[in-house]
């Protein structure tokens, strides 16, 4: 068991801030749980859980995402149930966000987007 008020072990940094990443190239298929933030470089397809999740300009994400928070500048779909989010990136057509708090940035190269406002039902569990 880790000790908190033990010391570091010799040669690691007390500072590291620990985070759970797929990396760009990398693409994971299937259901990723961390206690640790979580960083998409690469790309993930299936159920994600996490308290963050933070897709970049090269990541892909797609499935049903439970998180505290995201934050995308990359791809996303699928149905994502967060309590904050912060979106720059591009998010495919019949994808649900459910969200208390939400920051849009988006473009679209034709066309508009379209949202749909209203009490979002209590799809996923987070403790």
Known sequence: MNDPKAPP?????PNVVKRTLVEEGTKFKGSLTSTCPIVVQGSIEG???GP?????????????ITTGDLKS??????EFDVDTAQLAGSVASDTVIRAASL??????????????FGP???GG???
């Open 120 to 122: 979002g039902g209590g």
């Open 103 to 116: 920051d849009l940035k988006l473009a679209v190269e034709t066309g508009k987007l379209q949202l749909t």
């Open 52 to 64: 963050s999740l933070t897709v970049s300009a090269t990541g892909a994400v797609s499935g049903t």
């Open 125 to 127: 569990k987070r403790s």
């Open 73 to 78: 500048a990359g791809r996303i779909s699928g």
């Open 47 to 49: 159920n994600v859980e």
């Open 9 to 13: 072990p010799p040669g690691s940094s």
